[in-house]
């Protein structure tokens, strides 16, 4: 089981910087690899981002450089980082926990997402 | 970076039929592949892993097929909740990657 809240988006100007925070609940979140997923406003999902348990990081060409996933385990979160923000980054924001079988890296649980807007 | 393609893009069914979805990837996955639904307004969720695997609480009319670079999902007597977007997601490699989706409407 386990639950996965996002919070701190909103509108934001372009070149601005956000950070986006994931809360998780119900399970013990060292344990586990997570990821950032975004979705543009009537279009497909997009992977983002990926950290480890041993805070590995791996990224989506689209924000290496501009955008920064890290953890805080004894907060029972991962954040977003996202700097020099582009009209373009605009959508919903989801986190997702990966399976726990070493074997599949399927995103069993999702947050509800957080919406970000970039405009001037 | 590997592509996923789903078809059709669009998937007119009538409740009690069956749908039959499609997702082919551009190199072999293996069996790394993932299934989610997503309904309007709410996150995606886990249907299928490993191809073929049904996620904990996902009912037997969904199944999932495939290996290599050719997928199915099979709906089975599609009941009103099916009606939603689905999309294939591979994780053999980096970057992850996510099909653009299918859209099963009544």
């Known amino acids: 089981e386990g639950q996965l809240v996002e919070s701190g988006g909103g509108l934001v100007q372009p070149r601005r910087s956000l950070r986006l925070s994931c809360e998780a609940s119900g399970f013990t979140l060292r344990d586990y690899e997570m990821n950032w997923v975004r979705q543009a406003p009537g279009k497909g999902l997009e992977w983002l981002g990926y950290i480890s348990t041993n805070t590995r990081t791996i990224y989506a060409d689209s924000v290496k450089g501009r955008f920064t996933v890290s953890r805080d385990n004894d907060r029972n979160s991962v954040y977003l980082v996202m700097n020099d923000l582009r009209v373009d980054d605009t959508a919903i924001y989801y986190c997702?926990?990966?399976?726990?079988?070493?074997?599949?890296?399927?995103?069993?649980?999702w947050g509800q997402g957080t919406l970000v807007t970039v405009s001037s | 970076e590997i592509v996923m393609t789903q078809f059709p893009a669009t998937l007119s069914v009538s409740p009690g039929e069956r749908a039959t979805l499609s997702c082919r990837a551009s190199?072999?996955?293996?069996?790394?592949l993932a299934w989610y639904h997503q309904k309007p307004g709410r996150a995606p969720s886990l249907l299928v892993f490993g191809a073929s695997t049904r996620a904990t609480g996902v009912p037997a009319r969904f199944s999932g097929s495939g290996s290599g670079t050719e997928f199915t999902l099979t709906i089975n007597s599609l009941q009103s909740d099916d009606f939603a977007v689905y999309y294939c997601q591979q994780y053999n490699n980096w970057p992850r990657t996510f099909g653009q989706g299918t859209k099963v409407e009544i």
């Open positions: 190199q072999s996955i293996t069996k790394n």
């Open positions: 997702a926990r990966e399976d726990s079988n070493p074997w599949h890296d399927d995103f069993d649980t």
